[in-house]
């Protein structure tokens, strides 16, 4: 695999990033200084660079690193899809030195259950011991309600 995994806020193209997780059905429309806050307030963020130097993938985490993980915002250029290169940007996620002591990491997909499989994540197992609290996504000023 020609492709190169690096870390760090400043190593983002939040142009791209952003261009790819508007479409995603996640977060359907997010604006770029969006994107950026929750990258900035990540404990880690990778990105996927093609030999070209053109970010084509991306994720970050959430995490104490200590216990716990939650990884999101994992997208892979459409053009770079069912190459590989999801499930190996999760192995350099699991493998990061910063997450060394994590013991739990958690994701949500509705649709990518395979790719998650493949790297070690399983259903929960004890999903009635989880809660959350829900609320609307607030209205962005000037990015409309669904943004």
């Not at 690096?6 to 995603?24: C, H, I, P, Q, W």
Request: glycine share 8%; hydrophobic share 35%.
């Amino acid at each position: 695999m020609n492709y190169n995994f690096r870390s760090g806020y400043e190593n983002m193209d939040f142009d791209k990033v952003s261009g790819m997780l508007t479409n995603a059905y996640w977060c359907k429309g997010i604006c770029k200084p969006e994107v950026m806050k929750g990258a900035g307030n990540s404990s880690l963020v990778v990105g996927v660079f093609s030999p070209e130097n053109e970010q084509i993938g991306y994720a970050r985490v959430i995490s104490d690193k200590t216990r716990f993980a939650y990884i999101l915002d994992v997208i892979i250029d459409d053009r770079f899809r069912r190459q590989g290169i999801g499930q190996h940007l999760m192995m350099y996620i699991l493998q990061h030195e910063d997450l060394k002591e994590v013991y739990q990491f958690l994701l949500r997909t509705s649709d990518a259950h395979g790719v998650y499989s493949k790297v070690g994540f399983q259903p929960v197992s004890r999903p009635a011991d989880w809660m959350e609290i829900r609320h609307s996504r607030p209205e962005r000023k000037g990015h409309g309600k669904n943004s």
